[in-house]
């Protein structure tokens, strides 16, 4: 028995993308190992950045799942993901090699190609 679900595709992959950040902002205000990691990071004021960090995250991210300002929501969270793969996954792949990299920067890819879509076709979408 086959079970469909009538909501377009779209929709989905934007309280995807939307889940994902919330939680992941979620989680930089409320562990206390993300302070840690993000002072080894070498940036300058980590606790600051953290926190707006984690805020931009939590906004963003529920503009998507809300399908609310897509176009001005996306940008700072491609930042983001490319910040996060040049910071934390770089060094992944300079000193472990190309599987371990890919290993650990499978969500943070997945999420970047998903953001990109969703930019790419937002226009298509409120036409709909």
Do not use: H
């Amino acid at each position: 028995m086959k079970v469909k679900l009538n909501m377009p595709f779209l929709p989905w992959v934007c309280y995807a993308i939307g889940f994902v950040f919330i939680i992941s902002g979620m989680m930089k205000l409320v562990v206390n190992d993300f302070k840690v990691t993000f002072s080894q990071l070498g940036i300058p004021f980590p606790e600051s950045t953290l926190f707006l960090l984690a805020i931009l995250e939590i906004a963003c991210g529920i503009l998507i799942a809300g399908r609310m300002y897509i176009k001005l929501a996306i940008p700072p969270l491609i930042l983001v993901m490319f910040g996060a793969l040049y910071l934390t996954k770089l060094p992944i792949l300079l000193n472990q090699g190309l599987l371990s990299f890919l290993f650990e920067a499978r969500l943070d890819i997945v999420m970047l190609i998903l953001l990109l879509l969703i930019w790419d076709r937002v226009k298509e979408w409120k036409t709909t």
